[in-house]
């Protein structure tokens, strides 16, 4: 009898930050090197306003089901993000008039956008069909949230030498994104989370 072996694809979520991402940090990230903001702070305020009861934080090694509805928010007003997928030249527009006014970070731009888009549109995890937490509304998508994770750790990693402290414990944060570790999880600093 021959068996037929039928490979079997499984589409599974982008998988949650290890807990060892979050502890240890001597201090968080914008005390090594603060990034210019990625879009203007009153969207910034409308999307928090708007989606942070829905999207509460998990904890470190805690499966998410849907990305950050914050984000996607962000993405969807500044037209970043749109039917479910990331609108290159509108992100390199919104960037220029955000990151870009930064003469020590505009030269990183141009690189960064190209690569973190094929990065996360290359990879299958980020297009895992979200599911809400919240019934009676859509899943917000893990697109926009890699995204902006991927730009702003690689902002991170090539901080200009004029934005970069040098503080005890910066190299640290690096190791960790270069491990795998989320920008996010680097934000937190030297308080850690809670066991």
Partial sequence: MVRLLIPL??????PPDDKAC????RVDANGCCELPRFVAREINTKCDEEFKPLSPRLP???????GSCVIECLFNVTGMFKDGKLQQDKIAQQLKKTI????????????????????VMDNPANSFKPIPVKPGRPGCSFIPQ???NCVKSELFENCP???WTAADGCDLLKQKLNVGCSYYSIM???KGLKS
């Fill in 188 to 190: 937190i600093g030297k």
């Fill in 100 to 119: 870009g006014v930064d003469r020590n970070f505009a030269p990183l731009l141009g690189g960064i956008v190209t690569d973190c888009y094929r990065l």
């Fill in 161 to 163: 030498k004029a934005n």
């Fill in 60 to 66: 470190p090694e805690v499966q998410a089901y849907e």
């Fill in 22 to 25: 979050f502890q240890g940090n």
């Fill in 146 to 148: 890699a995204y902006m």
């Fill in 9 to 14: 694809f499984i589409n599974s979520q982008p």
